[in-house]
T-cell receptor, first 115, second 111 residues
Framework: GAVVSQHPSRVICKSGTSVKIECRSL??????MFWYRQFPKQSLMLMAT?????????EQGVEKDKFLINHASLTLSTLTVTSAHPEDSSFYIC???????????FGPGTRLTVL | GNSVTQMEGPVTLSEEAFLTINCTYT??????LFWYVQYPGEGLQLLLK?????DKGSNKGFEATYRKETTSFHLEKGSVQVSDSAVYFC??????????FGAGTTVTVRA
């Protein structure tokens, strides 16, 4: 299957700082990328959907000013957690697909720890 | 709304045992159904899928049948291996809409 990478795999930051997580589709063009958050022993919760070149669509309850998503190219989307706090500590996972109805391919995830 | 209910874990089995993970769904419309697997330290991978009633998805010895009458998509494997230890997620998708995931079931297979 297609490969999606995420960088960094782990990040530890101080409260109040901002953290950027990158999601790349390595061998296909991703017209749509998805960002999920996964709490320990819980399911994935969709945070937002982004289409290349347009603004992201956020799920209810997700603060768009806190979780900034940019999908500037067909192979790269970024999630920036602004002014991070300990409650933002979580496992963030992205996925990408090349077109409507196509399979989503998931990245390996990024573990964020906010001290 | 759309939702997926999965059997709670964790599940611990011995090698060569039979594995079943129950999954039921609620959906407005006709969903496609999926099982994803997450191995330790890795991202989710699609294990199998079924797009219409009575379809059977299969892969790596795992099977699941789309049962519209019972709104279920139970995952089964006849003889598990240690390498099957992972977290398994049931999911549904209506048309081209977003994936809705179950809570995940952690499976541990002991040698």
């Amino acid at each position: 299957g297609a490969v999606v990478s995420q960088h960094p795999s782990r990040v530890i930051c101080k409260s109040g700082t901002s953290v950027k997580i990158e999601c790349r589709s390595l061998d296909f063009q991703a017209t749509t990328m998805f960002w999920y958050r996964q709490f320990p022993k819980q399911s994935l919760m969709l945070m937002a959907t982004s289409n290349e070149g347009s603004k992201a669509t956020y799920e209810q309850g997700v603060e768009k000013d806190k979780f900034l998503i940019n999908h500037a190219s067909l192979t790269l989307s970024t999630l920036t957690v602004t002014s991070a706090h300990p409650e933002d500590s979580s496992f963030y996972i992205c996925s990408a697909r090349s077109g409507k109805g196509n399979e989503q391919f998931f990245g390996p995830g990024t573990r964020l720890t906010v001290l | 709304g759309n939702s997926v209910t999965q059997m709670e874990g964790p599940v611990t089995l011995s090698e060569e045992a039979f594995l079943t993970i129950n999954c039921t769904y609620t959906a407005t419309g006709y969903p496609s159904l999926f099982w994803y697997v997450q191995y330790p330290g890795e991202g989710l991978q699609l294990l199998l899928k079924a797009t219409k009633a009575d379809d059977k998805g299969s892969n790596k010895g795992f099977e699941a049948t789309y049962r519209k009458e019972t709104t279920s998509f139970h995952l089964e494997k006849g003889s598990v291996q240690v390498s099957d230890s992972a977290v398994y997620f049931c999911a549904l998708r209506i048309n081209d809409y977003k994936l809705s995931f179950g809570a995940g079931t952690t499976v541990t297979v002991r040698a």
